[in-house]
Every structure is written in C-alpha cells, then in structure tokens.
C-alpha cells in the first residue's frame, strides 16, 4: 500500500515539473525575448539604418542632434544599440518590402494607442529596467497605462535633460497631475515655483518602496530629509508627528501658513477636544476671550510642538 502511494506521488511531481519546463522553455518565451514578437513571427529581417533614413530624413536630423543618436553612432554598447533605428522599432525588411506607410510591416511605432502600452515599454525596458526603473511593474502609472513615451521623447531635443516630453519635468508632470499644480500656487507651498524644488526631489515617477511613489519608505524619512530638525529623537514625541507629518500638513500647497490643513487652534483640537483647554477658541458663554488661543492658538505656549529634549518639555513648552 505505502509503495502504491509513494509511486502516485513520484508521478504526480513529474508532471508538475513537466508543467513547469514547458512553460518556460525558450521555444514558449520567444515572443518575450525578441525585440519585435510581432515582426520576429513574420520573419522580418534588420536591414540597416541607411534604409530607413531614405525614407525617413527629417526624423533622421532630428534624432541625430540627441543624446541616445549618438550613443547608438559612435558608443553603442549593446547588440540592440547597433542596430540604431531597428533596436527599437524592430527589424524592417517588412515594412521596405510593403513600401513603407504607417503601421505596416510589425515595426513598433511608438503613437499613442498604436501598441499596448506594455508592449511600448518592455521596447524601452530593454536597456532601462534597473536603477530608479526597478519598480516600474505594479506601479501606478504603469497600472494607469501611461508608456515611456508619454513623459519622455527620445527623437527630438525637447528639454535640456532626461529627454522629457515637454520643456521641464514640472511641465512633464502637469501634463496629468493639474490638481497638484493648482496646489503649488496657494499662498503656502512647496519651493517648486521659485526652482528650488522638482517632483522628482521627493517622487520616483517610476514607483519605489514607500507610498506615494516616495523616494524613501515612509512619508516622515522623505519629509526629514530635508527637514533634519525634525528628525529627532525626542526625549518627549508629540504621536501624531512620529506617526506621519501627513497628519497635520498638507505636502503641495495649502491657504493655511505652515503647509497645514486645517488653522489652529482647530487643528489641535481635532485631537484634543475637552483636555485641558476649553474645545472652543473663545469662552463659551461670550463674555470674555479665552487668552489661551489668541494670536498663533496653541503654539503660542506650546511651540514646540514637533518634540522637545527639554527635561520640563512634556507639554513640548519649551
């Protein structure tokens, strides 16, 4: 009976691992691995990019003056870089053969709603998949369908740098995120206008770790990289500020001083209603003004209130 057992087992756990070979066997994969699954399947073949400048001149001068032009003439470091314009878009003899026209042959194209999306990216991924890209996958954008080429234009000089789709990264940015622009121009805001500040100084466009596309894996770590005086730690930590700067500022722009949400002395009090001090900003019954709040509310007394090392800070007084 145990020998019965033993020998389903034995045949259970080689069709499981046949399964498994199969599945990615380079024969299964190939679509995955070629540079164009498309045109690769049709036997399309590279021929060069001498041809693909006889048809395509304006493209060609323009491409010429980039960066990535002249990596692929005079540095190309890469099989994928020799082949200049066929690196990326695929082989052509197809698309030569058929007199050229847009979306002829299997070459990838690059326009907007051409070609899924990931398959625009995996073109891109081929040279740029690790670093600052390591987390792409699963990310935001790339789960919003938004390719390599919404934010970056490789054929042209657009931008001095990173070859970004408009003029600067924050036009970039604002292509999509317009509430955030519409934060950056409250009274109270980021330095981004005044160019001392980017997206990029906080968010890793291509995802990250940490929430929010941060660079870092908490919002606190990335806001005390520049904030050091915030760091800590404090013989005496006020919870919501450990917990997350989140709590009580708002990052982008706010109409309240300080990047805050919500003025004090209500902002304390959204916490500390009816502890120690009255819940409202004046004495309830109207005859005289509860001192206790007048001018900046709270933090008039308790200053501060980001943490003290004070042996008498337990009310963060000094």
Known sequence: MGGCRRDLLLAVFAVALISIVVTYTPAAQGATASTNSGAAASGATYVGSDICQGCHQEQAAKFAKTKMAKVFASAARTPAEKQGCEGCHGPGSKHVEAGGGKGVGGLVSFRKGAE?????????????????RLYWEGGPHEGAGVTCTNCHKVMENVSEKRNFAKETELETCFQCHALKKAQLQRSSHMPVREGKLVCTSCHNPHNSQGPRQLKQNTINENCVSCHTERRGPFLWEHPPVVENCGNCHTPHGSTNPFLLKVRVPRLCQECHNYSRHPSQPYDPSGSTANTRVLGRGCVQCHPQIHGSNHPSGSMFHR
């Open 116 to 132: 899924a999306a990931k398959q625009q990216t995996a073109v891109c991924q081929k040279c740029h998949e690790k670093g600052q």
